[in-house]
C-alpha cells in the first residue's frame, strides 16, 4: 500500500547529541510536512516543503531543521536536543498544497531525550 | 488568525451511544474542514472532511456538516463502538493556505 514510513518508531538520544529522523513516502505527493506533537496536545507545524521549496514556520527553533533531497524522503535534524524537545514527530504530505488537500501521516517517531 | 476550538475531553460513554463533539472556527477565508482521528500511538488519519458551505462529510458511521452561519463542524456518530475509542482533531484549512489548524483534541473512551 502507498504509505507515510517514519524511521524509527522511537528514538532514544543525550542531551545536546544530535539525531536525525526520517520519512518516506510512496505517495509521489509534492508536499512533506514535519509536525511536532507533544503529550495530550494537537499536532504542531514544524516546516513544509512545497517541492523543493522550504517553508519554516516563524516559531520554529533554529536547532530544527530539515532537508528533502528528494519527492520521496525528507529529514528532521535536531541539532543539540534539549529535554523539551522530547515529543511524538510526524511527518505528513499531500499531493498538492491547496486548502482542500488532506495530509497523509506516517505513524510518526518518539523522540526520548536522556 | 484562523483558529479551532473544540468542546474539552475527555468524553466517556457507553457502547451504542450517540456520539457529538463539537468544533467551531474562526477563518478569514472560506476554509476546508476536516475531522482527523488517532488511535494510540499512531500518526493521525484523515476521517472526513467538508470544502464548501452545507457540505456533509461522513465516514465509517461518523458526520459532520459544514455550517457557515454558525461556524460549526460537529462531528456526529449514531451508535459508537468501543473500536472508536481514540483522539479526534478537528482541522481546518483556508484558501491558499499549506498548512493546517488544529483544535486541541477531543479524547473518547467508550466502556463496553
Known amino acids: 500500500d502507498a504509505m507515510v514510513i517514519q524511521n524509527p518508531r522511537y528514538q532514544v538520544t543525550q542531551f545536546g547529541k544530535p539525531v536525525t529522523l526520517s520519512c518516506s513516502q510512496t505517495l509521489n505527493h509534492n508536499v512533506m510536512y514535519w509536525y511536532q506533537q507533544k503529550s495530550s496536545q494537537a499536532p504542531k507545524l514544524l516546516f513544509h516543503?512545497?517541492?523543493?521549496?522550504?517553508?519554516n514556520e516563524a516559531d520554529t527553533p533554529d536547532n530544527f531543521q530539515s532537508r528533502r533531497p528528494n519527492t520521496s524522503f525528507c529529514f528532521l535534524d535536531i541539532r543539540s536536543p534539549g529535554l523539551g524537545d522530547a515529543a511524538m514527530y510526524l511527518c505528513?504530505?499531500?499531493?498538492?498544497?491547496?486548502?482542500?488537500?488532506?495530509?497523509?501521516f506516517g505513524d510518526g517517531t518518539r523522540l526520548s531525550i536522556l | 488568525g484562523d483558529s479551532v476550538t473544540q468542546m474539552e475531553g475527555p468524553v466517556t460513554l457507553s457502547e451504542e451511544a450517540f456520539l457529538t463533539i463539537n468544533c467551531t472556527y474562526t477563518?478569514?477565508?472560506?476554509?476546508?474542514l476536516f475531522w482527523y482521528v488517532q488511535y494510540p500511538g499512531e500518526g493521525l488519519q484523515l476521517l472526513l472532511k467538508a470544502t464548501k458551505a452545507d457540505d456533509k462529510g461522513s465516514n465509517k458511521g461518523f458526520e459532520a456538516t459544514y455550517r457557515k452561519e454558525t461556524t460549526s463542524f460537529h462531528l456526529e456518530k449514531g451508535s459508537v463502538q468501543v473500536s472508536d475509542s481514540a483522539v479526534y482533531f478537528c482541522?481546518?484549512?483556508?484558501?491558499?493556505?499549506?498548512?493546517?489548524?488544529f483544535g486541541q483534541g477531543t479524547r473518547l473512551t467508550i466502556n463496553p
Open positions: 482541522a481546518l484549512s483556508d484558501q491558499g493556505a499549506q498548512k493546517l489548524v
Open positions: 505528513a504530505t499531500s499531493r498538492e498544497g491547496g486548502s482542500n488537500q488532506p495530509q497523509h
Open positions: 516543503y512545497y517541492d523543493k521549496d522550504f517553508n
Open positions: 477563518a478569514t477565508g472560506y476554509p476546508s
